[in-house]
């Protein structure tokens, strides 16, 4: 026993800065929600609870951990293309500089769904083969909100309506998303007003096509990373495309090596080839001019910058 001796005596009261067990609620603290508004109410918890129906007969355990990573994967598009949308119409509106912001969250949104990976990767292939077959056909190539922020930066593609063609609303969302311009269509056409040389065929197209790398864009890009100080606006605007792409290039490689560890070489449920069919992905670019620029710009030399 160590000697207490010259110690407190072991009744007195615990200084209060000390940790307790447990904290005292205050009088004012709301309890009654029979007629007020209640957290779970204002979230419709009920309704977003009890939306996970493992299909795995008997209940794989593991069932649970992959439709929660898909729901929660789902709501974070949702805002995704919440804030996507506002950034669009917002640039359309001449105002980019709330468009900005909402392009820093969407940002912030990119990195949690990139990071969440490791919470999917804790499934072992085996375990995803106990309730594997009974997800059946279904497949995240038929996630429309997924398909909507695709289009919504730019990379279109009409073949890949044909997935929703089974509901009619969300079919007529999507589609509406693939005949308007993107993202990046609406900052050009912003550059343009702002006196900036955007070669006309990239402000009037069929915008249901991808957006193909224009060399008189590639220039115009040349000349603002020149001199970000005299084009700090766009400069800023353009860096953000590059970040908003760089973190969905994380998201599309995290998805592929998790689904290399759990299915290996195995076809997909949704059809295609699998792990390769997900790397081709990794050859897409939303804003290709603005990293063809990056070899343009000029390595500043100790005598051109003495001299220019
Ligand atoms: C065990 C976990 C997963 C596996 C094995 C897996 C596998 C695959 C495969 C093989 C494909 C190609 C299409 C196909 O043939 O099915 C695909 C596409 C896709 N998956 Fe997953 N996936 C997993 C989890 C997720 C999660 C958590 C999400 C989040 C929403 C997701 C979203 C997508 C999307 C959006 C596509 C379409 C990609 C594109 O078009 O490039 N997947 N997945
Ligand atoms: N394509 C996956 C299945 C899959 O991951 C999945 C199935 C149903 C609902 C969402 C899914 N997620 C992403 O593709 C596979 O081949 O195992």
Known sequence: MPDRSGSQPAEAAPPASRPTAQRDLEEGIERDFARNLSYGEYLDLAKVLSAQHPRSVPTRHDEML?????????????????????????????????????????KHIQVILTEQWSVLATLTPSEY????????????????????????????????LRVFEHDPIV?????TLLHEPSLYDEVLAWLSRQGYAVPPELLDRDWSRPHQENEGLVELFGQIYAAPDEHWGVYELCEELIDVED?????????LKTVERIIGSKRGTGGSSGVPFLRRALDLTFFPELYSVRSRIQDVTEEGYHHE
């Not at 992959?66 to 598009?77: A, G, R």
């Not at 106990?130 to 056909?137: C, D, G, I, P, Y």
């Not at 079919?171 to 589609?175: F, G, P, T």
């Open 129 to 160: 083969a106990q309730f594997r077959s009974f997800l059946a056909t279904g497949s995240g190539f038929q996630s429309w909100q997924y398909r909507s922020v695709e289009f919504l930066l730019g990379n279109k593609n009409a073949e890949m």
């Open 66 to 106: 992959f439709i929660i990573q898909h729901q929660t994967s789902e709501l974070w598009l949702k805002l995704m293309l919440h804030e996507l949308h506002s950034a669009r119409d917002l640039i359309r509106a001449d105002d980019p500089r709330p468009a900005l912001k909402r392009l820093a969250r969407v």
């Open 171 to 175: 079919h007529a969302e999507v589609s």
């Open 247 to 255: 973190n969905f290039q994380f998201w599309r490689f995290r998805h």
